[in-house]
């Protein structure tokens, strides 16, 4: 069935350094969304992606989907301590009623 | 526009009780999806409806149930609760379905 493998597991991070995370499905995607669930919070969503290789910035964020539309990235440069949390990506099944979620990428900041 | 409410907040079961969770969505939404959340597991689709129909279920057993009313307030109940029931349980809000999905603070449930 269709998956999306999300990596890495963990990033550690020291305050300032960039934090990237990649997700990666089995199929041909018509979007890709991410959100971000901060500790102890629900996700939020941050951006959906539909365009083949479309690259979006909020701020400090890029987002980019690949030109296949199976692969997508999220880059933060400069990490703070807002940026503290859990990312995930998200695809639609088929039926375009129900996504599929990556395991999320946490992101740790170095004390 | 308020957000997606849902309560309660917190809930404490045992083993073999049910339980029955609540999800207002955004205005205007109609579609409302459920997820179940563990550390291990990370986010497990429940089910998903629109319109009062359910559209979409995940791999959970029967013990687990939805429904949409005519608002598009909808509830989940569990039946005979499990210890392996114990997670944060999320509702989603959006107008389409399976896309930009609004949630809401999540029930954690704990049964003992």
């Known amino acids: 069935g269709q998956q999306v493998m999300q990596i890495p597991q963990y990033q550690h991070v020291q305050e300032g350094e960039d934090f990237t995370t990649y997700c990666n499905s089995s199929?041909?995607?018509?979007?890709i969304q991410w959100y971000k669930q901060r500790p102890g919070g629900h996700p939020v969503f941050l951006i959906q992606?539909?365009?083949s290789g479309e690259v979006k910035k909020q701020k400090r964020l890029t987002f980019q989907f690949g030109e296949a539309k199976k692969n997508s990235s999220l880059h933060i440069t400069a990490t703070q301590t807002t940026d503290v949390g859990t990312y995930f990506c998200?695809?639609?099944?088929?039926?375009?009623?129900?996504?599929?979620w990556g395991a999320g990428t946490k992101l740790i900041i170095k004390p | 526009k308020a957000g997606v409410t849902q309560t309660p907040r917190y809930l404490i079961k045992t083993r073999g009780q049910q339980v029955t969770l609540s999800c207002s969505p955004i205005?205007?939404?109609?579609?409302v999806s459920w997820y179940q959340q563990t550390p291990g597991q990370g986010l497990q689709f429940l089910f998903e409806?629109?319109?009062?129909?359910?559209?979409n279920k995940g791999n959970f057993p029967g013990r687990f149930s939805g429904r949409q009313f005519s608002n598009s307030r909808s509830e989940m109940n569990v039946s005979t609760l499990e210890l392996g029931d114990s997670a944060l349980y999320l509702c989603?809000?959006?107008?389409?379905?399976?896309?930009?999905?609004?949630f809401g603070s999540g029930t954690q449930l704990s049964v003992l």
């Open positions: 205005s205007g939404h109609r579609s």
């Open positions: 409806y629109f319109s009062e129909t359910q559209r």
């Open positions: 199929t041909t995607l018509s979007n």
């Open positions: 989603a809000s959006s107008s389409e379905g399976g896309q930009k999905l609004f």
């Open positions: 998200a695809e639609p099944m088929d039926s375009n009623y129900q996504l599929i």
């Open positions: 992606l539909v365009k």
